[in-house]
C-alpha cells in the first residue's frame, strides 16, 4: 500500500517552455502533498507544501511564480515550471502523506532537462 | 534549531557487516524520526521510523536506536548485503503540525563491498 506515482519520470525540453509533472497517491488519499528538488549527491529540498483545496506554502527563496503547484483533489498534485531554463533542471520529486499520523510517502521523481 | 546532522557522508561495509549512521537534532519539539533508502535515479522509500517514546526499534535486519536525552538516533543495519547499497537519509518532523514538514539530514552514501 502507500503508493504515490510521478509523471513523467524524464522530460527533456527547451528553454522558455513550461513543464508539468503529476504526483498521484494511488490507494490513499492525500491530504498533504510536498515538492522536493535534489540537486546530485545533495539531500532533499523541500519547495513547497499543498493541502488539497488550499493555496500551497512556499518555502523561503522558491518562487511561487516560477513553480506553480495545484493541489485540486485529494489523490492529485501538480507542480508546472514555468518558462523554464538551464538552472531548473534537477530532479523533482512529490511525496504525499494521508494525514497527520501517518508518514509520507515519495514519487520515484522527475529528471527535468532544459536544454 | 531546524536542523538535522548526519554521519558520516559515506561510510564503506564489508558483506556481513554492520553499517551505522548517526544524526543529532536540536529542535526537541520534534517527535517522529523516519529513515528513508534512495537507489539512484528514484525517489526516498520509508525504510523503518521510530517515535520518542521508546529507545529502540527493530524491523528485519534495520535497527533505530534513540537517545532523547542526547538528542540523537541512529540506523543500524545488521548482516549488511551489497543490496543495501543506496544512499540513508535521516529525518525527523512534528507529526501534528499543520505541514508536518521533515527535517532532512544531508544523507549518507552506503557501498557495501561483495
Known amino acids: 500500500g502507500a503508493v504515490v506515482s510521478q509523471h513523467p519520470s524524464w522530460v527533456i525540453c527547451k528553454s522558455g517552455t513550461s513543464v508539468k509533472i503529476e504526483c498521484r497517491s494511488l490507494?490513499?488519499?492525500?491530504?498533504?502533498m510536498f515538492w522536493y528538488r535534489q540537486f546530485p549527491k545533495q539531500s532533499l529540498m523541500l519547495m513547497a507544501t499543498?493541502?488539497?483545496?488550499?493555496?500551497?506554502?512556499?518555502e523561503q527563496g522558491v518562487e511561487k511564480d516560477k513553480f506553480l503547484i495545484n493541489h485540486a483533489s485529494l489523490t492529485l498534485s501538480t507542480l508546472t515550471v514555468t518558462s523554464a531554463h538551464p538552472e531548473d533542471s534537477s530532479f523533482y520529486i512529490c511525496?504525499?502523506?494521508?494525514?497527520?499520523?501517518?508518514?509520507?510517502?515519495f514519487g520515484d521523481g522527475t529528471r527535468l532537462s532544459i536544454l | 534549531q531546524q536542523q538535522v546532522k548526519q554521519s558520516p557522508q559515506s561510510l564503506i561495509v564489508q558483506k556481513g557487516g554492520i553499517s551505522i549512521i548517526n544524526c543529532a537534532y536540536e529542535n526537541t519539539a520534534f517527535d517522529y524520526f523516519p529513515w528513508y533508502q534512495q537507489f539512484p535515479g528514484k525517489g526516498p522509500a520509508l525504510l523503518i521510523a521510530i517515535r520518542p517514546d521508546v529507545s529502540e526499534k527493530k524491523e528485519g535486519r534495520f535497527t533505530i536506536s534513540f537517545n532523547k536525552s542526547a538528542k540523537q538516533f541512529s540506523l543500524h543495519i545488521m548482516d549488511s548485503q551489497p543490496g543495501d547499497s543506496a544512499t540513508y537519509f535521516c529525518a525527523a518532523s512534528r507529526r501534528m503540525s499543520n505541514t508536518g514538514k521533515l527535517i532532512f539530514g544531508q544523507g549518507t552514501t552506503l557501498q557495501v563491498k561483495p
Open positions: 499543498s493541502n488539497e483545496g488550499s493555496k500551497a506554502t512556499y
Open positions: 490507494d490513499f488519499q492525500a491530504t498533504t
Open positions: 511525496s504525499a502523506r494521508e494525514d497527520g499520523d501517518q508518514p509520507q510517502h
